[in-house]
């Protein structure tokens, strides 16, 4: 008793120590073989949920990548993006990056859905976007690699977070950069990442000032003023990556080079003299380097976790709303 009493001190004081400094770190929380015993088929339930999905539809997978994302930058991976609002609570899902472009929430539902038949209350819905975001980039052709897990799912969401820590697409390198590090991620993991712009569609309202800017001088960024003009149209999309929108490949590098980049912030990461353009060159022209970063990139920004939602985190029955 004793001891057991000792172990929890010191989880406690461990805890509280790297709170202090969350979200620049991540503990060793997490593990692979997590589920092993309270629900050994859950990687494959997510799995064939996600094959389905896509084979509805495509894009899917880009959704389901994005929604990740957005859940990792705010609170850490506890998915919190995926609370939805009610009268006594506020999610994220009406901040300004998420509103009206966040999307593929039911497809978390469903696999949730089916996961809650076969092992009730085992699997985080944070896990489960984890996992469905790695199945997400095979399905588009990218690699593998192993997610750790044991995510807890958080009681609360952060809308403040959520319209502060996920940048827009009209920032400049050096806030790109500062908002990753305050994650505890690299400029290595913001050129990585920001290679999953390989796959999805952009809004107009994302693309406007890129391509009626003075740097845009692709002959592809006038065609598109067709589709997305000064004014209106504003929910219009285009694909992030026009040479191969549904593959996870490097041509996003290469369309950055070529000074092709859809958005500002993509195009930002050339920025004459910039260690990050020297990346942008390197994945351009290494394929198989741009997939193993991704994948390494893709585990650290998995990783980031509150600790707090440890102690305090539950595993919800249904993902949009706490238990
Ligand atoms: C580096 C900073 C980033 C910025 C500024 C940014 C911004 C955006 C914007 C504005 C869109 C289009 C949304 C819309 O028009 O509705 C978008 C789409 C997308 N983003 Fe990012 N993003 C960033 C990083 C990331 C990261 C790290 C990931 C995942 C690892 C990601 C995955 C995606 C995907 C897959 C889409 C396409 C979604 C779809 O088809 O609906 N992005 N991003």
């Not at 977070?161 to 913001?190: H, Y």
């Not at 003299?273 to 060159?281: D, E, I, R």
């Amino acid at each position: 008793m004793a001891k057991a009493t000792f172990a929890r001190v010191l989880l406690v004081v461990a805890l509280s120590m790297s709170i202090s400094i969350w979200p620049a770190c991540s503990l060793n929380l997490l593990s692979l073989d997590y589920y092993e015993k309270s629900c050994p088929m859950a990687l494959s339930i997510i799995k064939s949920g996600m094959e389905a999905a896509v084979a509805r539809e495509v894009r899917n997978a880009a959704l389901v990548l994005r929604l990740h994302f957005h859940d990792c930058f705010v609170q850490g991976c506890d998915g919190s993006v995926l609370l939805d609002d009610t009268p006594t609570f506020t999610g994220e899902k009406t901040a300004s990056p998420n509103i009206n472009s966040l999307r593929g929430f039911e497809i978390i539902d469903d696999i949730k859905e089916q996961l809650e038949k076969v092992c009730p209350g085992a699997v985080s819905c944070a896990d489960i976007l984890t996992v469905a975001a790695r199945d997400a980039v095979i399905l588009n052709g990218g690699p593998y690699w192993h997610v750790p897990l044991g995510r807890k799912d958080s009681r609360t969401a952060s809308l403040v977070e959520a319209n502060t820590n996920i940048p827009t697409p009209n920032s400049t390198l050096a806030v790109l950069i500062r908002k990753f590090l305050f994650q505890g991620l690299t400029p290595i993991d913001l050129v990585a990442l920001s290679g999953a712009h390989t796959i999805g569609q952009a809004r107009c309202t994302n693309f406007r000032d890129r391509i009626y800017g003075s740097d845009a001088k692709d002959t592809r960024f006038s065609l598109l003023k067709a589709s997305c003009p000064l004014s209106g149209g504003d929910n219009n999309i285009s694909p992030l990556d026009f040479v191969s929108p549904t593959v996870v490949d490097n041509a996003y590098y290469k369309n950055l080079v070529n000074e092709r980049g859809l958005l500002i912030s993509d195009q930002e990461l050339t920025r004459f003299g910039s260690v990050t353009s020297a990346l942008v060159k390197h994945y351009a022209d290494d394929p198989l380097a741009f997939w193993n970063q991704f994948s390494d990139s893709m585990v650290s920004m998995g990783n980031i976790v509150n600790p707090l939602t440890f102690l305090t985190g539950e595993v919800r029955k249904n993902c949009r709303r706490v238990n």
